[in-house]
């Protein structure tokens, strides 16, 4: 998936099969192609560069190409590879016999000599990029072909790049994809639009504004936060010590042999910022607390603040609640000609007395990208119940994706499925009963009512 809106992709790193060791000795180039995605490799021996692809362009992926440089392309056959992204699966290539046309003399970029600015070629990549890729047309009744001309005929060959950002940021506000956004050349985020944080962030303005004691919306944002964590910790058992397991992860003991373990983020628990190192942090925190859980009546995990991350640190940490292998969902992403087959999502146990009991799950709107996928993974293996308010909806990874004047660009390709082949996408996980997170009269008389609902079904089941 993807992370949340705060990351990219993540990469571990592989070692090449011994039987082609001669022809990386010789260090002789390989191309390769993936099944989707719009990527063309070329491994040179010494390091990987990636292009970015579409039926009509071809540039070098800086960002790319240095993340991925020293990275290792695993072959299966002959003809055919996989590349760790840090997703639930890995990209499939296919071997090319030379490299494309179209990237024997890719598109100059900002840096580049003889580089300038193009606005109508910015645009026409832009477009073109969405409309291989973007996965939900049908959903939000898209159609690329007769959108085209009205968009197109805002740009021209004098349109400045302040302007070509003013028509792209017009149409990402159109489209809505909480995955889609732009970055400029020092990857700060210009242009997002998501309909679901922006109703959140209208809620949080309206009750600062019946309020009197934060003279900023960004103080009442910190209040409502701080505020919403001190109420919940009244309900810990005060005989137990709070466990801080990392700055984004807290576990807890409730009364009745409860247990409660906050995760805010699915990642960056790791100095190495990678979907390997993270998922090994998680493995070491589980481990710290699993002889609590294991003891414990009900685990309540909360999620109302985690805005995503990775899915394989998601999976990570839905593998301490299941004993054996487990199906949890499928995803599939676009192609040029229509969608790649559904593949299942395989989920292992990570020890060997996992907790198989009962779980609830407290959920916001503000829940996103991977920890909605968690949500699926959870509800595949049962005995849960999901309470709070339906989920942001954005599960897909994030494609990324670079222009030639430096800006970068992501959207959502892929789409989810939990076990009963729903999609989540733009209307969130649904709950089963709802709780307003940071409702004002809640947080002024110092209680969390989905934390007590919790408990409550916990110790009735």
Not at 63 to 73: G, L, N, P
Not at 378 to 391: D, H, L, S, W
């Amino acid at each position: 998936m993807k992370i949340s809106v705060r990351t990219m992709f993540a990469l571990s790193i592989l070692v090449p099969m011994t039987v082609f060791a001669n022809e990386r000795h010789e260090k002789k180039e390989i191309h390769w192609e993936s099944n989707g995605y719009g990527f063309v490799l070329k491994d040179d021996g010494d390091k990987i560069t990636f292009y970015d692809v579409t039926k009509k362009h071809c540039l070098i992926n800086k960002r790319k190409s240095e993340f991925y440089s020293q990275h290792k392309i695993e072959r299966t056959n002959e003809s055919q590879a996989l590349f760790e992204i840090g997703a639930v699966h890995k990209l499939k290539l296919n071997k090319l016999d030379r490299l494309p046309e179209l990237c024997v003399n890719p598109i100059k970029r900002q840096g580049d000599k003889g580089y300038k600015f193009n606005a109508v070629q910015v645009f026409d990549i832009f477009w073109q990029t969405f409309d291989e890729h973007f996965a939900f047309n049908p959903l939000i009744k898209w159609d690329w072909r007769s959108e085209y001309s009205q968009w197109k005929a805002k740009v021209h060959s004098n349109t400045t790049e302040a302007e070509l950002l003013a028509i792209l940021d017009e149409f990402l506000f159109k489209l809505d994809d909480g995955h889609a956004s732009i970055e400029d050349q020092d990857d700060d985020r210009i242009s997002y639009h998501n309909s679901r944080d922006l109703a959140f962030s209208q809620r949080a303005e309206s009750d600062f504004k019946n309020q009197t004691e934060h003279k900023s919306l960004r103080d009442y944002h910190d209040y409502q936060l701080s505020k919403s964590i001190e109420n919940t910790a009244k309900y810990f058992d005060s005989t137990y010590k709070i466990r801080k397991l990392s700055w984004n992860v807290l576990f807890a003991q409730l009364p009745r042999k409860l247990s409660y373990l906050r995760i805010d983020d699915m990642y960056d628990f790791s100095k190495d910022e990678t979907a390997d190192s993270d998922v090994e942090s998680v493995n070491k925190m589980m481990n710290r607390i699993m002889p609590e859980i294991s003891n414990s009546k009900g685990v309540i995990i909360d999620l109302r603040w985690n805005g995503g991350g990775e899915d394989l640190v998601s999976k990570q940490f839905l593998s301490y609640f299941i004993g054996k292998q487990l199906n949890s969902g499928s995803k599939k992403y676009k192609r040029l000609n229509g969608f790649s087959k559904p593949k299942n999502i395989i989920i292992e146990p990570n020890v060997q007395n996992p907790f198989l009991g009962n779980v609830v799950v407290l959920t916001s709107q503000l829940t996103s990208s991977a920890a909605e996928a968690f949500l699926i993974y959870m509800k595949a293996r049962g005995n849960v119940t999901f309470i709070g308010e339906n989920t942001n909806g954005i599960l897909s990874d994030m494609l990324v994706k670079e222009l030639p004047n430096g800006w970068s660009l992501t959207l959502s390709n892929e789409q989810y499925f939990d076990i009963e082949g729903n999609i989540f996408e733009f209307v969130g996980f649904p709950v089963s009963k709802h709780f307003e997170y940071f409702n004002a009269q809640d947080l002024e008389k110092g209680i969390d009512p989905a934390l007590e609902e919790a408990m409550k079904i916990l110790t009735k089941l």
